[in-house]
């Protein structure tokens, strides 16, 4: 139990740092955040809609936690 937990916790924490190493790739701005336009400059087949979908707070901009729920759930490929 203790061992899986472990694993559990190393895994979440190396996907936020891959998703903290994606948004700063991402953001071309440096504002900390993904826009829809700097998202497409790397994904350029998502759509609006695609994007809405990762933009879970609807504010118009990916953060980290946004970006790590949508590379976790598939939503867009692990940069």
């Known amino acids: 139990m203790m061992k899986t937990t472990l ?3 190393t895994t979440a924490s190396m996907l936020a ?3 903290s190493a994606a948004v700063a790739d991402l ?3 440096g504002d900390g955040v993904v826009s ?4 497409l400059a790397v994904y350029p087949t998502i759509t609006e809609e695609g994007f ?4 879970t707070n609807g504010d118009g ?3 980290e936690e946004e970006l ?4 976790e ?4 490929p692990e940069a």
């Open 68 to 71: 790590t729920a949508a590379t």
């Open 52 to 55: 809405g979908a990762i933009d």
């Open 73 to 76: 759930g598939g939503l867009i």
């Open 61 to 63: 901009v990916v953060d």
């Open 27 to 29: 953001d071309t701005d």
């Open 17 to 19: 740092t891959m998703a």
């Open 36 to 39: 829809f336009t700097e998202m």
């Open 7 to 9: 694993i559990t916790l």
